[in-house]
Structures are given as structure tokens and as C-alpha cells.
């Protein structure tokens, strides 16, 4: 199969979908690799790596989609990609589809087949959402720290205190991967600590190994007692290819003091505030209510060599699969990879993500 690897152009993203250890396995498997030039440049991988792996490196985009059939991004095709795409592509990138109805449906319209990493799912759990979930969740409380200083909006409030001053109050909504990995390194900071939750397991498994951090059953309620006395609160919450759930009204929101932070992590998924909207790293936030808001729409990206590493780790063996059997053959031999289709054939084809847009849901496997 012919593979091609563009270079993101998503404001400030600089991970690369493909690593030149994949690129070389993958050449090795018979495949051709096509990769655009200085698509690595921002993860610290050179044109010359590429070239001594086996790819072969073309200028443009345009290049990169007329040559390919598979295509490997890491975030959601920009406008002038989607219009690259057409019936005989396989698109296999996060797309976030349920946040975006515009581009759910010129995606469709393509008749390309994409395929959504955050959709894979194996064993109840997202294998190639967890590694971004977990730069995320650990970012969220750095930039949340970092946002709280008085020179940036925030209360002037230092996370660990010291002797003789109480730390400060963090609450996490979500104790799924990216609420894990937020608690773990708000609590290494030194600050209160508590995170919400509906699964009662979920909270006995945090109970145990979170030592320090307190549990609540998450419901307004409980939510709204806690934001008069929080700092920072991160937003961890996560409904598997679906919209993420508004827990937080504006009017919840104005219980927080002023000068308290709010990251919101699902913001990749419309945000779990009815106050987020997508920013950039550039202008990572702005104030609601006296709340200083972080909704960054792809957080790792700031952390682009790390992020571009750990994401290949989890999805180039699903690459190599694609690659070497087609969607069909692949799908046979591991059925979780249905339900990272998204869209194929003109049709929606990920349930949650229709329910969100109100269209028609197609089965992908009538399709095939």
C-alpha cells in the first residue's frame, strides 16, 4: 500500500504522524512511504532520518494525497485537506468528529474511509486516546499552576503553599486516564486534592492508589459545594466518540472565585463547561465570569517529541494492519477496529457521533 504522511497544519501542531522506525518497518513490509517535507521538523526529526528509513519525501500536500491511499495525520483534516480527499483514500487520524458538525459531514461527502484513533476501543478501554489522555491530564495541572500566578489573570495562588500557608485546592471531574494522570501530578505539586467521579469502582480503585486525593460522587450538587473554595478545576470528562456532557453552567461558574482556573481537557469534544471554546497555544485562554479558561484543543502538541513518540508506540501496529490486509481484511482479523470507522462510503458510521449531528447512522460493516 502507499502510505503518506503530511505535515500538520493545525496551528501550532508539531507532532508528526509517523515516526522513521514506523516508516522503515513499514518498508520493510513491502509498503511505500511518502512523507512531506519537514513534516518531522517539529517532533526534532529530520528530512534525513526519513530518507534513511526507506520514505521517500515529497514537497506538498497535494503530493502527499495524490500519491497515497492510506494517509496517517495525527489531528482532524483542516479545510484544504478534506478537499484532497476523495473515495479511494483511507484517512486514519483523531477527528473528534462529534464536537464538529461541518466537518463530519464534508468528510462524508468525501467517500473517503476515516477511521478516528479515539473510537478504537479494546477491552473498554481507548488504547490510542490514552497516551495523548495521559500528556493532557499531566499538562492540565502544570498549565493550571502556571495560569493561576497573578501575572497571568490568576488568583496568585502557589498550588503546593508552604510551611505555615495552605496549599491550594484543586478539583479533577473525571477519574478516567487524563483525571488520573491530572490528580497524580496536581497532588506531586503539593495541592489539595479531589476528584469526581460516577463509577463506584472507578472511586475505589482511586481510593487505593491515589494516596492523599479524596473521592466525591460527581453531581451538580457536589460540584457546586466545592467551586466556592477551588482554585483550579480541570475538566477530565470523556463519553467514548460522543459530545462531551455540560457539567459546568455559567452559572455554576460564578460561584468560583475570581481569578480561578478552569482547563478544560474535553474540549476536543465541545468542552464540558457550557463556557469553553477552542483555543490555541498561541492564545491558550481567556476569562468567563473572572474564571480564567485553558481550552486548548491539542494540548500535547506543546510537547510535540514526547507526544509524536508515545503516539506511535500505540497506533503503528493498527497502521501496519490497515496497510497490509485493507480496512476489510484488517477488520476481520480485529473486530475493535470497526468502530474507529467513522465515516465511509458517504455514510456515518460511528453511532455516537451521528446521535450528536442528528444524521443517519450506517453500519460500516454493510458496507464493506
Known amino acids: 500500500m502507499k502510505i503518506g504522511i503530511p505535515k500538520e497544519i493545525k496551528n501550532q501542531e508539531h507532532r508528526v504522524a509517523m515516526i522513521p522506525a514506523c516508516v522503515q518497518d513499514l518498508v520493510r513490509r513491502g509498503h511505500e512511504v511518502f512523507v512531506q517535507k519537514s513534516a518531522g521538523e517539529g517532533s526534532s526529526y529530520s528530512d534525513e532520518q526519513y530518507v534513511s528509513c526507506g520514505a521517500m519525501m515529497l514537497d506538498t500536500a497535494e503530493e502527499i494525497f495524490a500519491a497515497a491511499q492510506l494517509i496517517v495525520k495525527v489531528k482532524e483534516p483542516q479545510a484544504s485537506e478534506v478537499a484532497m480527499l476523495n473515495e479511494n483514500h483511507i484517512l486514519f ?8 458538525k461541518h466537518l463530519t459531514e464534508t468528510l462524508a461527502a468525501t467517500g473517503a474511509t476515516c477511521i478516528a ?7 473498554k478501554t481507548l488504547p490510542l486516546l490514552e497516551p495523548m489522555s495521559e500528556i493532557a491530564g499531566r499538562m492540565s495541572a502544570i498549565v493550571g499552576a502556571y495560569h493561576l500566578a497573578k501575572h497571568n489573570d490568576g488568583r496568585g495562588i502557589l498550588l503546593g503553599g508552604v510551611p505555615g500557608v495552605l496549599p491550594g485546592r484543586v478539583v479533577v471531574i473525571g477519574g478516567g486516564t487524563a483525571g488520573v494522570n491530572a490528580a497524580r501530578v496536581a497532588k506531586g505539586i503539593g495541592a489539595d486534592v479531589t476528584i469526581l467521579e460516577v463509577d ?32 483550579l478545576v480541570i475538566g477530565a470528562v470523556l463519553v467514548p466518540g460522543a459530545a462531551a456532557p455540560k457539567l459546568i453552567n455559567r452559572k455554576m461558574l460564578q460561584l468560583m472565585q475570581p481569578g480561578s482556573v478552569f482547563v478544560d481537557i474535553a474540549v476536543d469534544q465541545g468542552g464540558c463547561s457550557e463556557t469553553t471554546r477552542a483555543t490555541t497555544h498561541e492564545e491558550p485562554t481567556y476569562i468567563e465570569e473572572g474564571v480564567v479558561h485553558y481550552c486548548v484543543a491539542n494540548m500535547p502538541g506543546a510537547y510535540s517529541r514526547t507526544a509524536t513518540q508515545a503516539l506511535n508506540n500505540v497506533t503503528h501496529n493498527w ?3 490497515i496497510a497490509d490486509s485493507g480496512v476489510q481484511e484488517a477488520s476481520a482479523k480485529r473486530e475493535q477496529l470497526i468502530g474507529g470507522i467513522n465515516c465511509m462510503a458517504g455514510k456515518v458510521t460511528c453511532e455516537p457521533v451521528a446521535s450528536a449531528h442528528g444524521m443517519d447512522y450506517v453500519d460500516p460493516t454493510t458496507l464493506f
Open 93 to 100: 487520524t483523531y477527528l473528534h468528529l462529534a464536537a464538529d
Open 117 to 123: 484513533y479515539e473510537t478504537i476501543k479494546v477491552n
Open 319 to 321: 497502521t501496519a494492519l
Open 200 to 231: 463506584f469502582d472507578r472511586m475505589r480503585f482511586l481510593d487505593i492508589t491515589m494516596e492523599g486525593a479524596r473521592t466525591v460522587f460527581s453531581t451538580e450538587a457536589n460540584l457546586a459545594e466545592l467551586l466556592p473554595r477551588v482554585d
